[in-house]
């Protein structure tokens, strides 16, 4: 009996240390050039049920070219969550990368600097990956007018901080896309962190500075996501007093981090909504 209690935990403990298949990137570039990219066994990555970079060494955008896409199309670019010290690279990258692609829309996932809680380098990492999109559009079958962000968790804040501070880089030009405009076309917030005060949850993070020039977004929430649900409502509000189309979706039941995995709760109906606000808000026929 112990064998075969111990053959039992072996084979489990095997399955959930195994490496899980992710889809190949159509093409990875590095973002920055003095920290070009070796191999996916330089960034640190833990495997569970959900993929886990703990480290990012080499910060890189990886584009996914939807396979049945129109010329010129959108593209969307996504940002994992993970507190800023991990990212969720499966569950909030690669598995809505494979559901753009679905739709007719590219998808590049960006690996952004972690762990540490770096938000400022992450912000880099940001706007100079939305510059290289921009620069491959025409390489990549993309419309260079419609390239979205879309961010889960603190990928979900560094969305809205990309969103609210475009107009100037916050490193040094290196090249020419960096003279490319880093402004998403539209927003895409699922479960957003941090978009508040530590002191007063019910006020914007300061740097997070909605104005009329803001992008268009379209926000997921859950009312039971109790320590950050104020995020969604603060980037709602914000949109509203600076007359910028927004759409809010409020459920209440789903928690944090179910990234588009079904469930038994109607949060798991997003996707279809989503798809259907990007294609309004796109040129897709």
Known sequence: MMKYLCLAF???????AAPIETPEPTESVA????????????DEIKYSNII?????NRPAVEFYKAPDAKPNAPAVVIFPGGGYNILAYDLEGTEIAEWLNSIGIHAIVVKYTVPGNQREAALKDAQRAFGIVRSKAKDWGINPNEIGVLGFSAGGHLAANLSTNYQKRNYEAIDEA?????????TVLIYPAYI??????RQSAPEIKVDAKTPPAFIVQTLDDRRLVD???????DLKDAKVDGELHLYAKGGHGYGMRPSDNPISGWPKL????LKRTTQQD
Request: glycine residues 0%; contains cysteine; hydrophobic residues 35%.
């Open 196 to 201: 508040y005060k530590e002191d007063n949850k």
């Open 10 to 16: 072996f084979t489990l403990f095997s399955l959930a």
């Open 178 to 186: 960096d003279q490319l405009s880093c402004r998403p076309d539209f």
């Open 31 to 42: 973002i920055w050039p003095d920290r070009p990219l070796l191999d996916k066994s330089d």
């Open 231 to 237: 995020s969604a409502f603060n980037y709602t509000r």
């Open 52 to 56: 886990r970079i703990t480290k990012v």
């Open 274 to 277: 989503c798809a259907e606000w």
